[in-house]
Nanobody, 119 residues
Framework: VQLQAFGGGLVQTGGYLRLSCVVSGNIDSLNAVGWYRQAPGKQREFVAAITTTSGGRRNYADSSRGRFTISRDNVKNTVYLQMNSLKPEDTAVYYC????????????WGHGTKLTVSS
């Protein structure tokens, strides 16, 4: 399984941005795809996830709920993270990751894409 994240950039406070994560490989082995982020000097933290099942159940961190929306396009094998009302504290490198169905662990990780929110 391979993941490629795109879409980072520089945004002003209050702005919006959409990140994309293209997933390839043995997608049937996956349980969910999620987004994590790591700010400078901080530990990586969970942002949002969506299951690969037909229902597409979503889960959000408290910091992203209400402002961020995770979605997927099964035809394009792409997971999106729409981020609105961005704050300087959202500045981080964002990573997409895939949860392995068998181990229920986020086993596969893509390279990050950097978001900077200016104040």
């Amino acid at each position: 399984v391979q993941l490629q994240a795109f879409g980072g950039g520089l945004v002003q406070t209050g702005g919006y941005l959409r990140l994309s994560c293209v997933v390839s490989g043995n997608i049937d082995s996956l349980n969910a795809v999620g987004w994590y982020r790591q700010a400078p000097g901080k530990q990586r933290e969970f942002v949002a996830a969506i299951t690969t099942t037909s229902g597409g159940r979503r889960n959000y961190a408290d910091s992203s709920r209400g402002r961020f929306t995770i979605s997927r396009d099964n035809v394009k094998n792409t997971v999106y993270l729409q981020m609105n009302s961005l704050k300087p504290e959202d500045t981080a490198v964002y990573y997409c990751a895939a949860e392995d169905w068998a181990t229920e662990e986020y086993k596969y990780w893509g390279h990050g894409t950097k978001l900077t929110v200016s104040s």
